[in-house]
């Protein structure tokens, strides 16, 4: 069974599933709004200020095609949907059930809010400075913030407002920015007292810039992952790669220094981090592997269960525990691509096994 957190007003305690509890909803409300935008943006800010981001599902119309009821949801509500046969990126729905009616009575002569389901299948968010939907702006927010100001000068001012530590690079003939590098302060902290593990990832496409975005993620002691610091860059390259960890390396003065990095297999950030960080052990993860293997290979086999019988022989091969049992599983997995796959063998076992078999690691 699914945890279920419903939001009271005495502290926004935490109810369980099949508990009962007497509390009235932060949701519930006499108040007569004059229309469902008024509603909902009631619900919006109550939502904000109890870690909730509030969308609309759907609404209904009356007979003479009129708005008069609004249905909204947690943003976490629904499932993902996608014809996509590559599953592309994340998502952050979990079906929660969470839900508020508004709807319009001709008696009151205005809208009223309507608590249907006061629960919750997920954590609540704890802050919400940075959520991808209440970051958005409104219309009369942009022009009140980036008036007289370029979106650079904007955004460096809030990384100075917030405290956070932050370089940049120019390029020296156009003497544009290139690079920038940032790190929150409670990153800068946690990053001084748990230096050992790095985590390196580079994702394409999720910004407004289609920038190179650099995700370095750290591991405490008691084995959660933190973010360290963020970086866009312009190019995927091995110079971008190495100003990048060069700044990182510079948060840690007078600290130790990493021991392992584990990133993708980028050979230009790989080299960076053996300028950089030449002592630390350098790892892939298994995990984007598979799904390097999984673009390049899958399309080679037929439909049925040939695809199926790959993925057992690959996983044989990454997760041997010894150097007899890899020289088995790798003879395995030679024998049954040979005759009918053999550009796949020769994808993986020379892009992959040959050079790095040694670096696998589940992340």
Same mark, same amino acid.
């Given at each position: ?12 305690s ?5 508990e ?26 109550n ?31 629904g ?7 590559v ?12 839900q ?14 309507q608590?249907?389901?006061d629960?919750?299948n997920?954590e ?6 940075g959520?991808?939907y209440a970051?958005?702006l ?23 407002d ?5 370089d940049?690079?120019?390029n ?19 990053? @001084?007292?748990?230096?050992? %593990?790095?985590?390196?990832?580079? /994702?394409?496409n999720?910004?407004? &810039? =289609?920038?190179? *975005? !650099?995700?370095?993620?750290?591991v ?14 312009a190019?995927?390259?091995?110079d971008?790669?190495?100003w990048?960890?060069?700044r ?6 007078e ?8 990133t ?16 630390a ?8 592997i ?20 790959f ?16 020289e ?9 691509l040979? @005759?009918?796959?053999?550009? %796949?063998?020769e994808?993986?076992? /020379?892009?992959?096994?040959?050079? &790095? =078999?040694?670096? *696998? !690691?589940?992340a």
């Open positions: 069974m699914v945890k279920s957190v419903k939001l009271t007003g005495e502290g926004n935490k109810v369980g599933v099949g009962n509890s007497s509390n009235i909803s932060v949701f519930s409300t006499d108040k007569i709004f004059v229309s469902p935008d008024e509603l909902k943006k009631w619900a919006e800010k939502g904000r200020e109890n870690g909730v981001v509030i969308v609309t599902e759907r609404t209904k119309k009356n007979a003479k095609g009129e708005v008069n009821k609004i249905f909204l949801m947690c943003d976490r509500g499932v993902y949907k996608s014809t996509a046969k599953k592309r990126s994340g998502t952050i729905k979990t079906d929660c059930p969470f508020l009616v508004g709807k319009y009575h001709d008696g009151y002569g205005g809208w009223m809010l608590v249907s389901r629960a919750h997920h609540l968010a704890q802050h919400m400075e959520h991808s970051m958005r409104t219309g009369e927010q942009k022009i009140t913030i980036f008036q007289g100001e370029s979106h650079i000068e904007v955004l460096f001012r809030h990384l100075d917030k405290g956070y530590t932050h940049f690079c120019k020296p003939s156009t003497n544009a920015m290139e690079d920038l590098f940032f790190m929150h302060p409670t990153s800068y902290n946690m990053f @001084r007292s748990f230096p050992h %593990v790095l985590i390196i990832d580079t /994702t394409y999720t910004n407004v &810039y =289609k920038l190179p *975005f !650099v995700q370095i993620v750290g405490t002691s008691t084995y959660k992952t933190i973010t360290i610091a963020l970086s866009f860059i190019k995927e390259k091995e971008n790669f190495r990048v960890l060069t990182l390396k510079k948060m840690l003065h600290c130790m220094m990493p021991r392992v990095i584990l993708y297999r980028d050979l230009a950030l790989i080299n960076a981090c053996n300028v950089v960080f030449p002592d052990a350098k790892l892939l993860c298994r995990w984007h598979s799904q390097n293997i999984k673009k390049h290979c899958k399309q080679s086999f037929a439909k049925g269960n040939n695809w199926e019988f993925e057992e022989l690959w996983s044989s091969v990454v997760f041997s525990p010894t150097p007899a049992a890899y088995y599983s790798h003879k395995r997995l030679r024998d049954g040979t @005759r009918k796959h053999k550009r %796949v063998f994808y993986v076992n /020379t892009n992959w096994l040959v050079k &790095y =078999k040694e670096m *696998f !690691v589940s």
